[in-house]
């Protein structure tokens, strides 16, 4: 007989914050169900989009909510795919606190920057109708990113393939859904289109390529 160790890793934190995560849907559809039906249907039908966003409340509690979950979603997502493409000795907690927090930051300082431009350019309206959709589509996204990093946790391998699959549909789906939100406001862009293609490099194309620059130094 020869002892083997069996090492055991535990996901007791990570389920709290699956068991967050589903409250924090949970809480949304009892204080909105009206928004919360409305938003599960965006991709077959742009009534959410189209009446809810001309409220201009980009922050409105129930996209808090959503905002919440997104952060949660991709920060688990993100901390699967460091364990599976760096090795490192810190405690799993902490990673995930950093990308949280990293998440968080240039999330919020994304979007201030683009309330500060449209201030500047006195189209407070349309961009708060703006940030509103890019919220909308890309929480609807994170919901399926939540539900993989489910299935990635308690079922399947987190293998490097996987990982790259999913990241792959997932940025996918969020270039379709900035297709979608262009369109929908093709007259203001076309009309304003040299303007357009300066914030498309400044502020959709380069925070993500510094961003990548910087986790892979």
């Known amino acids: 007989m020869q002892a083997v160790d069996r090492i055991y890793d535990s996901h007791d934190w990570i389920t709290m914050l699956f068991v967050f995560s589903f409250f924090l849907l949970a809480l949304a559809r009892i204080l909105y169900p009206q928004r919360f039906v409305e938003f599960i249907n965006i991709p077959n039908s742009g009534k959410f989009i189209s009446f809810k966003g001309k409220e201009n409340h980009a922050f409105h509690g129930f996209n808090i909510l959503l905002l919440l979950v997104q952060a949660i979603a991709i920060s688990i997502f993100l901390f699967l795919g460091f364990q599976a493409f760096f090795q490192t ?34 189209l407070d309206a349309r961009m708060d109708y703006y940030i509103f959709q890019k919220i909308s589509y890309r929480s609807f996204v994170s919901l399926f990113v939540l539900l993989a990093s489910v299935f990635l946790v308690y079922s399947l391998q987190p293998s490097r393939t996987i990982l790259l699959g999913i990241g792959l549909i997932v940025l996918l789906s969020n270039v379709i859904a900035l297709i979608i939100i262009y369109r929908r406001n093709q007259n203001l862009l076309v009309a304003n289109w040299f303007y357009f293609i300066l914030y498309l490099c400044a502020l959709e194309i380069a925070p993500y390529i510094i961003l990548y620059k910087l986790i892979t130094i």
């Open 89 to 122: 000795e810190e405690p799993a907690g902490i990673i995930f606190i950093r990308i949280m927090t990293g998440y968080l930051c240039f999330l919020l300082l994304k979007t201030g920057v683009e309330k500060i431009i449209g201030n500047i350019f006195e």
